[in-house]
């Protein structure tokens, strides 16, 4: 146990019930990418009368909390905020059933299906041990509330106002997430731990006809459904068998009745990879293939695309991975262990890609451990309810106390160092 994690201990009891109380009331009012007002508002309230110099609407709805305790290293602490456009089914008494308009205007339920109301929760948490222990270490701890995670829009959008904010640079940054997994432990890994993703859309254009008179169109249905199946030779046939790579079609629209040929159609797809070279591959290779299909169909234009969305590669620093995992160790014994890289995509790297400094990313078990236990013995690990489930719903306790744990934990390889420091500049 280091200083932090002591500190924890002794406030933890008093704490907790106003924490879960918080977690509780984001839970059953999530807000969309970019429109986390409200929640944006209790976690600046919050640390604020912690005593942080709060900054707001940075990135649209940002917030960053920053608290200066003598010299020593900035860590930055990071938490997103976003729920997703999907209706909930946990059956919880907190459970949403909140209905917003998206980006688009259309009308979705939105639900806190990937646990980043715990993660808010946590920085809270994390920022009111930091507050109240000012003995226990030096330095700058600067805590981030991150809008638009689900859409890989808000790391960008805060870094893009970091400068004009007057905000310091981190010299490290560290961030983690509630995933499956063994309520209890964490997990840790040097270099790639996410893949990166990118999704697009591709129109395809053709021309429209009476479905009894096909000679007279060029099909764009046809044209897309060849385009679907030759996309998924990339990753068999183009893709080394070592080299890990996902490329999935998850949406193909076209047309409104059975007996009109329509004049486009449309894909959606989305790709994960853990290797820049491959990842350039892979998009030539579809702009490649569409067009060729195109231009097979003999289609009067070629396919226009249109990028949803791009998350970089999380690749862990190894020497501050290295720092975290013997704090880790150290506060969680055997609960803690090496993982292996994920396939979900962040786009937390975007703040230490952006200021050249080091970053660490990690997972905290949120399944409830005899669930986890058994359907590990029966193989069945898959069908427990993951991130981005209806039914996904983490276990409150452990898994509040240890992620506070492991933010204050990893904070401390740094803010409680006797020499405390990492490569990389912060301003």
């Known amino acids: 146990m280091n200083a932090l994690t002591a500190a924890l201990e002794s406030r933890y009891e008093e704490m907790a019930a106003?924490?879960?109380?918080?977690?509780?009331?984001?839970?059953?009012?999530?807000?969309?990418?970019?429109?986390?007002?409200?929640?944006?508002?209790?976690?600046?309230?919050?640390?604020?009368?912690?005593?942080?110099?709060?900054?707001?609407?940075?990135?649209?709805?940002?917030?960053?909390?920053?608290?200066?305790?003598?010299d020593g290293p900035t860590v930055m602490l990071r938490a997103d905020m976003d729920a997703l456009p999907m209706a909930e089914d946990t059956g919880l008494p907190y459970a949403s059933t909140v209905i917003a308009a998206d980006a688009d205007g259309q009308t979705v339920s939105v639900a806190h299906s990937c646990g980043h109301d715990l993660h808010v929760t946590w920085g809270l948490g994390a920022a009111h041990v930091l507050a109240n222990a000012r003995d226990a270490w030096r330095g700058t701890v600067m805590i981030?509330?991150?809008?638009?995670?689900?859409?890989?829009?808000?790391?960008?959008?805060?870094?893009?106002d970091w400068e004009a904010a007057g905000l310091p640079h981190a010299d490290v940054v560290l961030g983690q997430h509630v995933m499956v997994g063994a309520a209890g432990t964490v997990s840790y890994r040097p270099g790639v731990i996410l893949s990166a993703a990118d999704s697009l859309k591709v129109k395809l254009f053709g021309r429209g006809s009476h479905g009894s008179q096909p000679q007279t169109s060029i099909d764009p249905v046809v044209m897309a459904a060849a385009t679907v199946?030759?996309?998924?030779?990339?990753?068999?046939?183009?893709?080394?068998?070592?080299?890990?790579?996902?490329?999935t079609i998850g949406s193909l629209q076209a047309g409104?009745?059975?007996?009109?040929?329509?004049?486009?159609?449309t894909i959606k797809l989305?790709?994960?990879t853990y290797d820049e070279g491959v990842r350039t591959h892979m998009l030539q290779a579809v702009k490649r293939i569409c067009c060729a299909e195109c231009?097979?169909?003999?289609?009067?234009?070629?396919?226009?695309?249109?990028?949803?969305?791009?998350y970089p590669l999380t690749d862990n620093d190894?020497?501050?991975?290295?720092?975290?995992?013997?704090?880790?160790?150290?506060?969680?014994?055997?609960?803690?262990?090496e993982s292996k890289p994920m396939a979900a995509s962040e786009d937390f790297s975007v703040f230490g890609r952006s200021?050249?400094?080091?970053?660490?990313?990690?997972?905290?078990?949120g399944t409830d451990p005899q669930a986890h236990a058994k359907a590990k013995a029966e193989g069945t690990l898959n069908k427990l309810p993951s991130n981005h489930s209806p039914r996904f719903a983490p276990v409150l306790e452990p898994t509040l106390k240890v992620g506070l744990q492991a933010m204050l934990s990893a904070a401390s390889a740094w803010l409680c160092a006797p020499a405390a420091g990492a490569r990389g500049g912060g301003a």
């Open 18 to 70: 106003q924490l879960l109380d918080i977690y509780r009331d984001l839970h059953r009012n999530p807000e969309l990418s970019m429109q986390e007002h409200r929640t944006a508002g209790i976690a600046a309230d919050y640390i604020e009368k912690l005593g942080y110099a709060v900054t707001r609407g940075v990135g649209v709805t940002g917030v960053v909390g920053v608290l200066r305790n003598g």
């Open 144 to 160: 981030v509330f991150q809008p638009g995670e689900e859409t890989a829009q808000g790391a960008s959008a805060m870094a893009g």
């Open 229 to 247: 199946m030759r996309l998924q030779t990339i990753v068999s046939r183009e893709v080394a068998p070592l080299d890990s790579a996902v490329l």
């Open 256 to 265: 409104t009745k059975e007996n009109i040929i329509p004049d486009d159609a």
């Open 270 to 272: 989305n790709m994960r």
């Open 295 to 310: 231009d097979a169909s003999g289609a009067p234009r070629p396919p226009e695309f249109t990028t949803l969305s791009s």
């Open 318 to 337: 190894r020497d501050a991975t290295a720092r975290v995992a013997v704090a880790f160790h150290s506060q969680f014994g055997d609960n803690a262990h």
């Open 355 to 365: 200021w050249g400094v080091p970053y660490v990313f990690w997972f905290v078990g």
